[in-house]
């Protein structure tokens, strides 16, 4: 027996809405991004160095991008990785932020090539 219009309709409308809602859902955990570019979920590292300073840095990494962000002075500075020998490398403006393993040191290349580093001897706290 075949259904009327009116019923077949009727019975196709649960079906429509669930696939709607499931096609048009926003995914609970949407992978932070930057112009089409994404990340995986971020990475905060607390750093602590001498003369008892602290530091802490997000980073934002994907296959073919790494970002760091560090709060100088009160302001987020976003730092994007550069060409190292070893380890990883990072530059925003005057300041470049060398990590390696745990170890870290920020420097600031407006106090001179060969001035020691604004942060020194920074440690990773796990």
Known sequence: MALSLPLRRAALMP???????????VPAQARPGIDGVRFD????????CDDDK???????????????????DGKPLLFVTVLSA????????QY??????????????TQGEHAPPIYANCHAQR
């Open 96 to 109: 470049v932020w060398w990590t390696k393993g745990d170890d870290a040191m920020l420097q600031d290349f």
């Open 15 to 25: 079906c429509a809405a669930l696939v709607a809602a499931t096609a048009f859902a």
């Open 54 to 72: 602290r530091l802490t840095a997000r980073y934002f990494n994907s296959r073919d991008n790494q970002i760091a962000i560090l709060r100088l």
């Open 41 to 48: 979920a971020p990475v905060t590292v607390h750093y602590r």
């Open 86 to 93: 070893s380890g990883a490398r990072y530059a925003h403006g």
